[in-house]
């Protein structure tokens, strides 16, 4: 089993850039596909995008695509997304997801464990 902690989130104006982290604990990270996903209020959960445990392959929904880069550590344990060209509708508490299977995917119900979340607010 693996434990996940996110932290950098922040308020920012639309245009700024933060750096998203998520610590991981429990079992090496390199056997996890990794992924973020994103909840506003009154929405569901979208995803946002993933990673191979490798990281040699990524994934990104259409809306982030350009702007947002997602990356791991493995040797640190860490998953990293870094967000530039912020907008508004990027606010959201974002969330890192772990799933065992070696496959990407974009469907939150296929990640087994997740962190409890980092708020992001992005001011207009």
């Known amino acids: 089993q693996v434990q996940l902690v996110e932290s950098g989130g922040g308020l920012v104006q639309a245009g700024g850039s933060l750096r998203l982290s998520c610590a991981a604990s429990?079992?090496?990270?390199?056997?996890?596909?990794m992924a973020w996903f994103r909840q506003a209020p009154g929405k569901e959960r979208e995803f946002v995008a993933a990673i191979h445990g490798s990281g040699i392959s990524t994934r990104y929904t259409d809306s982030v695509k350009g702007r947002f880069t997602i990356s791991r550590d493995n040797a640190k344990n860490t998953l990293y997304l870094q967000m530039s060209s912020l907008k508004p509708e990027d606010a959201a508490v974002y969330l890192c997801?772990?799933?065992?299977?070696?496959?990407?995917?974009?469907?939150?119900?296929?990640?087994?464990?997740w962190g409890q979340g980092t708020q992001v607010t992005v001011s207009s």
């Open positions: 997801a772990a799933r065992t299977a070696v496959s990407i995917s974009t469907m939150d119900y296929e990640y087994a464990y």
């Open positions: 429990g079992r090496t990270l390199s056997w996890y596909t």
